[in-house]
């Protein structure tokens, strides 16, 4: 018999929402509803799960990839489901979720689920999986300076405004580069995106094409040659169209390894990586997870 388990994050959003989903999903859950505080908490939870569970983590970004990672570094799958009370909530707009979190639990009420990609990330001899975006390069100062007031006043046009805003601080990297099983190749980039869902930021679609469940990661670099030219490249993501400028490199690919002559930096779901070799390699429809009514 399927299990409901709640993983609620006590530190996520509050209000009337939140407080009204909390007590839909202790009356569904029962002694399965378990808040916690920390990411080892959230993990305690998780011991005797079974495959044939439902595991709902109500919370953000970094609480599902957590979740995520627990999971697949043992033996265990149950079936996931998420109700959004993050500041961000990226990953669940590629899922096709309502933002409200009383209308996430009617969507997980529905029970429409789907296969989707997970990542592996191998770096320093150890291994990691998460579920949305690694975002690397000059990528933290950017995403740094995207407020809540400012995706306020700028919209879809916040990640654009902030690129210009930090780009007396930012620095260019040299990179090699190898894509699935194609030779190595060198290329200097001022950010990299590895993504499987769309958006990073609350709602900055950096990977358009993105699909969770195609097998497939986005690979996007701002290239150029000046600051001029990356101001150029912001323009060209004011109109929706940055994926063919000239100076973007876009590529799909299943397994990415990079190799960093400088120290390299990604943001992994909102967790720093640091080094100089990394290899993301995507792990096809690895993951049950229940999706909303906008999923595609």
């Not at 701002?222 to 940055?242: K, N, R, T, V």
Request: glycine content about 10%.
């Amino acid at each position: 018999m399927r299990r409901y388990v709640v993983i609620w994050n006590r530190n996520a959003r509050q209000g009337a929402a939140a407080a009204e989903a909390k007590a839909e999903l202790i009356a569904l859950a029962g002694d399965s509803f378990h808040e916690t505080e920390s990411f080892e908490d959230a993990c305690r939870c998780l011991e005797h799960v079974a495959d044939e569970d439902l595991v709902i983590v109500a919370g953000g970004d970094g609480g599902i990839s957590g979740i995520i990672h627990h999971l697949h570094s043992g033996e265990t799958r149950p079936t996931l489901a998420v109700v959004p009370l993050g500041t961000g909530n990226d990953f669940v707009r590629s899922l096709g979720y309502p933002p409200d979190p009383l209308a996430a639990i009617d969507a997980i009420r529905a029970g429409q689920t789907a296969d989707v990609d997970v990542i592996q990330l191998d770096h320093d001899g150890e291994s990691r999986w998460f579920i949305n975006v690694a975002a690397g390069g000059n990528q933290r100062k950017v995403e740094e300076r995207v407020s809540d007031e400012v995706k306020q006043f700028w919209g879809p046009f916040a990640y654009a405004r902030c690129s210009l805003e930090a780009l007396p601080e930012i620095e260019k990297y040299q990179l090699q580069m190898w894509l699935d099983d194609a030779d190595p190749f060198s290329i200097d980039l001022w950010t990299l995106t590895i993504a499987n869902g769309r958006t990073v930021g609350g709602g900055v679609e950096v990977a358009p094409r993105a699909k969770v469940d195609d097998g497939l990661l986005e690979v996007t670099g701002l290239q150029g040659e000046s600051l001029i030219e990356l101001g150029s490249i912001a323009a060209s993501f004011l109109q929706g169209a940055y994926l063919e400028h000239p100076s973007v490199f876009h590529r799909q690919a299943s397994k990415i390894r990079l190799r960093s002559e400088q120290e390299f930096e990604f943001s992994v779901d909102g967790e720093m990586v640091v080094g100089h070799e990394f290899t993301f390699t995507t792990l096809p429809q690895a993951q049950k997870i229940i999706v909303g009514p906008d999923f595609a």
